[in-house]
């Protein structure tokens, strides 16, 4: 059992950057790879990054690449997602996830098992 609490949310103007974090409980947290969901108003959850277990393999959804850093720390059971260059159309809850049956790295939501409660990033044109 792992338990996910994303923190760093908030509000920012277009252009700024966000910090956001997931800590996990447990001792295993190595043992999962990890993912960044987004969902706005009105959509479906959505794909934004992932990190291997040990960091070494990252993948991003096509609106985020270059814009958007995920890392982890496994000392410290934290995933961080860095957001720079924000836009309007990033406004959405963020959600951090952690699987173990996939393969390194997946974006499907269903390779997940583990799900946190979400932090509001709103990003104001």
């Known amino acids: 059992q792992v338990q996910l609490e994303e923190s760093g949310g908030g509000l920012v103007q277009a252009g700024g950057s966000l910090r956001l974090s997931c800590a996990a409980s447990g001792r295993t947290f190595s043992s999962y790879y990890m993912g960044w969901f987004r969902q706005a108003p009105g959509k479906e959850r959505e794909f934004v990054a992932t990190i291997s277990r040990s960091g070494g393999n990252t993948d991003y959804t096509d609106s985020v690449k270059g814009r958007f850093t995920i890392s982890r720390d496994n000392a410290k059971n934290t995933v961080y997602l860095q957001m720079n260059s924000l836009k309007p159309e990033d406004t959405a809850v963020y959600v951090c996830?952690?699987?173990?049956?996939?393969?390194?790295?997946?974006?499907?939501?269903?390779?997940?098992?583990?799900w946190g409660q979400g932090t509001q990033v709103t990003v104001s044109s």
């Open positions: 996830a952690a699987g173990y049956m996939g393969s390194s790295a997946p974006r499907s939501q269903s390779a997940y098992k583990y």
